[in-house]
């Protein structure tokens, strides 16, 4: 260097001795100038590819390692890339190894003049080596010119130049004239390649390919090879799954044969590093030996690889060398994790000795083995049937919670969370919560959020589960998050059974009693007493006023969040107990001047909450909430989710549902009648004697009507009286005739005109015209039945539905297509929310109006769409849709405004319900009154073809398909009958957290003679009763 590069070492030099770092910059500024002025004269001609072609070798090489080194400084370094190209182009090793470098660290994939030098790095990667016999001084060395290609090929990674390159990579990789060197290169820099374009190579065609490559005798080509496997592989497993017999092969003659060069000896062990990669490639194949008969299967690979990982797990020992100690407990850990990667599949002997195996390591005294011990316990552990033995060790594993190393504690807390069930919970918890008293500040957050899970998911009584989670506030209240102590709040108002809401607000009272508690105990204890202190009030010493008392006294010592929750427990307490209100008055009428908003907000609704509404109003404003809503995964759960990762064996752990959260999921179920329509009422036995319906069939009561039910031919009035979805269209219709201030709809043609003369500056506002309105019903009652459709169309305008329901909740996409030939502005959807439909609204920006701001809307090009979603679950039985309106203005100056309504009705979440003839009679005549039946009689259109077998075809289909009742075959004595069951779902949940839902039967009966169709309904619900009726009378109306 010192003879090749005196200047280099010079500026070395100086930089190292400068004294400052503005020294340093000034050195580095001056030295920069001197080289750009040297590539770059002023009366020197530069080459065609830039480059100064005055400069010597030498020179050209000392001003490229400058650069270098300067940019490895941190240095922005912005120019001299055509001479580093330059160096990469020449036929000099020297010279081309500097280039490399220099273009591996100045230069990116993304540069526009890497496509320059493209062909220079395929040439330096294909050409053959040269013979050993014809090598001349100064000839390029190959071998060596292809791994630097490769080494910059991979540092550089431009999605271009991988492009551009990667097949001649793979070519040399697959080369039989390729030496082991360039061979481990290529291995490796595919293996960069394809981390960045994950897609480059095609398993199924290569695979052979690393087969044979896999036959290599070079363990440092195997190595090499096995990580560009392992890469692959976790992108498209089962396209390598072919080569799994090559790596238990090669596994074999490392460990059972200890074949291994001299120089991969690694303390005697051979060459671990790839034995734990080999290890790794086979954990993606959990499934590898399900299926295989091992003790017959002797001299296949599976009864090969079971002999390999049994030799590792038994002749692997504590050694005196740490340096060989830890390369055979890295292979030991690898191959227990292949037995986790196996599971129930790996044979039970071989899981036991693991299991003991890592029991003698969580006791020994060195951290790192210990650490590994207890991470892998934790893992083979979660499989089922090696819990039993992971218990074995419970007290080693609770001396490992004091280590002093607080990564082996945290893993051991981990252990104890997998090993933990409803045997052991009590223990393992009061264990953790002794320790919590003494563990430090940086594991109590994961210890406390860890205890209330297994304590919430092994509480055989959920008293103890209360208790223990008063006992974590009590010890670390700092460490106990919103989400534990809402948790809390949730089990104790969804589990009304036995005392335990009456136990949680009596030992509340208590814990909050002293002067003296955590804030986080005010807060549950306010919660808790504000909806269920009345079930302790009639014991001594906690009556309403003693409670209001106890939890006043912390007023002034909490902050204000928990000052809004105790606001709300004495609007209760004053609710309830007369003797509260006056103690409650006071403090509601100094907290409206609070400088807190909630606070100010709550005590001024409270306070004017009895002089604003009745007193019965107030009681409902007032009663303890409703059940919370059970989710899939609980606040806890989400939270260690979010702190562990979903690769944590407590996060999967805790995933999975334990036996006694099973039993109580059993127990809510069975509080639930198998029937759905049973649930509601339990109906009377049918009585014995009574083989036929009460009910007269229809053809007879054309000749003999009742005086109290007149038969068909008496209501041929009935016949033009509209249905409840008609008088909708005819109120819309009705709207059309108002002046446009006072409804938006079309004013009438003549007044249309006038505005149109007078050149008023009002816009003019077009409605739905009086001829569309029929379509508008015929498209509105189809869709009530069908799952897709268009709602409404006109010349500018297309808005089409589609809808799906699953229970109580139902997904609707609204699509509004301009038909027009120009945009459509301002364009506006106001969608109506009842109070019996929860809804989610996401759509176009600015497309909602949602009344709350005055929205300019968004514009809706030509023959594009604004598309609506809706997300929507209904609370309670509902006979009218909720309304659309929609608005927009068109290039000319015209408004228009189109009230319309969603085709959401309640048959759309109905579930069917098969019942046999004897339980659906028996449930019809239990649904008898004027509250719960509704009837009507309906003339089909004189033009029809009549009443046939085909439109009862038709009529039969509308009932299962459209109005998703069941079939109730055999009921009817008569063809000309169809009789269905369902049930209408809601989201609201009872006092006792179960769903609401209403039984719904439904009969129609044909007289062909009279060609007229008698509808009726039967249901616990009046609304149920006559939506139902409603809607299928428009629906078989049109079938017709």
Not at 668 to 677: D, G, K, R, T, V
Not at 887 to 898: A, K, V
Request: charge should be negative; include cysteine; glycine fraction near 6%.
């Amino acid at each position: 260097m010192s003879t090749q590069a005196r200047g280099l070492n010079n500026f070395i030099s100086d930089l190292r001795n400068a004294k400052s770092k503005e020294e340093e910059s000034n050195r580095v500024e001056v030295e920069l100038a001197k080289i750009r002025k040297k590539f770059n004269p002023g009366d020197a001609k530069l080459a065609a590819d830039g480059s100064n072609p005055s400069l010597s070798s030498y020179q050209r090489k000392k001003y490229v390692w400058k650069l270098v080194y300067i940019h490895v400084l941190g240095y922005d370094v912005d120019f001299g890339h055509a001479e580093v190209l330059a160096l990469v182009r020449s036929k000099k090793y020297n010279e081309k190894s500097v280039g490399y470098v220099a273009l591996s660290l100045l230069l990116r994939g993304s540069d526009p003049v890497m496509g320059t030098i493209v062909s220079t790095m395929k040439k330096d990667l294909t050409t053959a080596p040269l013979a050993s016999g014809k090598k001349k001084k100064g000839a390029v060395k190959n071998d060596a010119v292809q791994c630097l290609t490769l080494c910059s090929l991979a540092n550089i990674s431009g999605l271009e130049l991988i492009q551009a390159m990667h097949v001649e990579v793979q070519h040399v990789l697959v080369s039989k004239n390729s030496t082991e060197q360039v061979k481990k290169k290529s291995a490796l820099c595919l293996l960069r390649l394809t981390r960045t374009s994950p897609n480059l190579v095609s398993g199924r065609e290569f695979a052979p390919h690393i087969g044979e490559l896999l036959q290599d005798k070079h363990l440092g080509v195997l190595t090499s090879l096995m990580s560009l496997l392992n890469g692959l592989a976790s992108q498209h497993a089962t396209d390598y799954e072919s080569l799994i017999p090559h790596v238990v092969h090669i596994l074999s003659l490392l460990v059972m044969k200890k074949q291994c060069a001299r120089e991969y000896l690694y303390y005697k062990t051979p060459s671990p590093w790839l034995q734990i990669k080999l290890l790794k490639f086979l954990q993606q194949y959990p499934n590898a030996v399900e299926g295989h008969d091992i003790g017959m299967d002797a001299s296949g690979y599976v009864s090969q690889l079971i002999n390999v990982v049994s030799k590792i797990l038994m002749e692997t020992d504590v050694s005196e060398s740490i340096n060989k100690s830890n390369a055979d407990h890295a292979v030991l850990f690898e191959s227990v994790n292949l037995i986790v990667a196996w599971g129930t599949t790996c044979p039970v002997t071989m899981r036991e000795g693991a299991m003991k195996l890592l029991g003698k390591f969580i006791s020994v005294r060195e951290p790192n083995i210990r650490y590994l011990g207890l991470m892998t316990m934790a893992k083979l552990a979660q499989i089922e049937g090696s819990v039993e033995g992971a218990k074995k060790h419970q007290a080693t594993v609770l001396v490992s919670l004091k280590d002093a190393d607080i990564s082996v504690r945290r893993r051991a807390l981990d252990l104890l969370f997998v090993i933990c069930d409803t045997d052991n919970a009590e223990r393992i918890v009061d264990e953790l919560v002794a320790h919590l008293v003494v563990a430090d500040a940086s594991i109590r957050e994961e210890m406390v959020l860890k205890i209330a899970i297994l304590a919430e998911k092994y509480a055989t009584d959920l008293r103890w589960y209360v208790d223990t989670i008063l006992k974590l506030i009590s010890i670390s209240g700092d460490y106990v998050s919103d989400s534990i102590w809402h948790r809390v709040v949730q089990i104790v108002t969804n589990h009304p059974q036995g005392d335990l809401q009456g136990y949680a607000a009596a030992t509340l009272f208590v814990s909050v009693s002293p002067h003296r508690c955590h804030e986080t105990t005010v807060s549950v204890a306010a919660y808790v007493l504000g909806e269920f202190g009345f079930l302790i009030a009639e014991r001594p010493g906690m009556s309403g006023e003693e409670q209001f008392h106890v939890l006043h006294q912390h007023w002034f010592n909490v902050d204000t969040k928990t000052r809004a929750i105790l606001i709300s427990t004495y609007a209760k307490l004053a609710n309830l107990y007369e003797e509260c209100r006056p103690l409650v008055a006071p403090i509601f009428a100094r907290s409206k001047n609070s400088s807190d908003v909630e606070v100010q907000q709550r005590c001024a609704e409270y306070a004017s909450m009895r002089e604003a509404f009745s007193p019965e109003a107030v009681e409902d404003l007032l009663r303890e909430m409703p059940p919370f809503e059970d989710k899939r995964r609980s606040a806890l759960e989400l939270r260690l989710l979010e702190t562990e990762g979903e690769d944590s064996a407590a996060v999967t752990k805790a995933s999975m549902p334990s036996e006694v959260e099973q039993q109580r999921a059993l127990q809510s179920a069975q509080m639930l009648s198998n029937s759905p329509i049973e649930e509601e009422e339990e109906m009377p036995p049918i009585d014995e004697q009574e083989d036929e319906p009460d009910m007269e069939p229809i053809d007879e009561q054309e000749d003999e009507p009742d005086e109290d039910e007149p038969g068909m031919e008496e209501e041929d009035e009935q016949e033009d009286e509209p249905d409840e979805e008609e008088e909708e269209f005819d109120d819309q219709e009705e709207s059309q005739e108002q002046a446009p201030d006072a409804g938006g709809g079309e004013p009438p043609e003549d007044k249309k005109e006038d505005v149109v003369e007078n050149g008023s500056a009002n816009p003019v506002v077009v409605g739905i015209p009086k001829e569309l309105i029929p379509a508008m019903r015929k498209a509105f009652s189809n869709l009530c039945t069908s799952p897709s459709g268009v709602l409404f169309e006109n010349s500018l305008l297309q808005v089409g539905v589609k809808h799906e329901y699953v229970g109580a909740q139902g997904r609707i996409s609204v699509f509004f297509g301009n038909l027009h030939s120009s945009s459509l502005q301002n364009f506006k959807v106001k969608i109506d929310q009842p109070d019996h439909l929860r809804m989610q609204m996401q759509g176009t920006q600015d497309l909602l109006d949602d009344g709350e701001y005055d929205s300019a809307g968004c514009t809706v090009a030509a023959k594009t769409q604004a598309k609506l979603l809706i997300l929507v679950e209904v609370t309670a039985p509902f006979d009218d849709a909720p309304s659309m309106r929609i608005s927009f203005e068109t290039e000319e100056g015209e408004r228009h405004d189109y009230p319309l309504r969603l085709p959401l009705v309640a048959t759309c979440f109905m579930e069917p319900v098969n019942l046999d003839p004897g339980a659906f009679m028996q449930r019809w005549k239990s649904l008898e009154g004027p509250d719960r039946e509704c009837q009507e009689v309906m003339k089909i259109p004189p033009n029809s073809s009549g009443i046939d077998e085909a439109y009862m075809d038709r009529v039969s289909k509308i009932i299962v398909d459209g109005l998703k009742f069941g079939r109730c075959q055999g009921v009817d004595p008569t063809p000309w009958t169809v009789s269905g069951a369902a049930t209408f779902r809601t989201g609201a949940q009872d006092a006792n957290g179960n769903n609401i839902n209403v039984g719904c039967l439904v009969r129609v009966e044909a007289n062909p003679k009279a060609n007229a169709f008698r509808i009726t309904t039967r249901t616990l619900h009046p609304l149920c009763s006559k939506a139902i009726k409603n809607v299928s009378l428009v629906s078989i109306k049109l079938a017709a």
